[in-house]
């Protein structure tokens, strides 16, 4: 996991958060790897990142692949901001992520005795091939045979996501990685498609502005 405790500018911003409603950006931490910083709803601290924790604990337990998440308060002296940076929003507008956006993002977060409070994803292993379908088989992978609306595991997701509330259970929150067998070669063969769930922060339910 990743120590709040590192030096100042140990955690370098290389990317904008890409996509999804919830601000956040990736930072690399040398020697610890790549991790998603996602901040709570000013409207409801607390909810979205204690729900993903939790949430992907849970799913984990019971067998499926998600992404390793976790809270984390830190100091925002341990920020580094890589200059040219930019991200794309839910509607497909680009914008540049500055320190004026950083700063947009890290006001938003829910604040501990001067510390930001955020949920981290830890970055996917292996070489990412998109999102999953609930139906059909992929066109991609000639190991997939199975039509996915006829895979136990999926069906089983859909109990869990109602188990869960976890409404926003749709292909996009999905993921396959190509994880191949010479893990310092990650786009070689032999190797097999693994898939995720991703982003459980709206588990166990949330208030919004409309019905």
Request: proline content about 7%; glycine content about 10%; hydrophobic content about 35%.
């Amino acid at each position: 996991e990743l120590d709040p405790n590192a030096p100042d500018g140990s955690w370098v911003i290389d990317q904008g958060k890409p996509n999804g409603s919830t601000p956040g950006f990736r930072v690399n931490v040398k020697g610890k790897g790549k991790f998603m910083l996602k901040a709570d709803a000013p409207e409801q601290p607390e909810r979205s990142t204690a729900a993903q924790a939790i949430g992907g604990r849970l799913y984990h337990a019971v067998g499926y692949h998600t992404t390793c998440d976790f809270v984390v308060v830190f100091r925002p002296s341990l920020l580094k901001l890589t200059p040219g940076l930019s991200s794309t929003d839910n509607t497909g507008v680009t914008k540049v992520f500055d320190a004026a956006a950083l700063q947009a993002v890290l006001d938003k977060s829910v604040h501990v005795d001067g510390l930001v409070r955020m949920a981290a994803s830890e970055w996917l292993p292996g070489r990412v091939a998109g999102p999953f379908s609930y139906v059909g088989v992929r066109e991609d992978d000639p190991n997939d045979v199975v039509p996915h609306e006829d895979r136990r595991e999926l069906r089983g997701g859909r109990v869990m996501a109602a188990w869960l509330n976890h409404f926003d259970a749709r292909e996009q929150n999905t993921m396959a990685s190509w994880i191949s067998r010479d893990p310092k070669q990650p786009d070689s063969s032999p190797g097999y498609l693994r898939h995720y769930y991703l982003d459980l922060s709206d588990c166990f339910g949330s208030a919004w502005e409309w019905e």
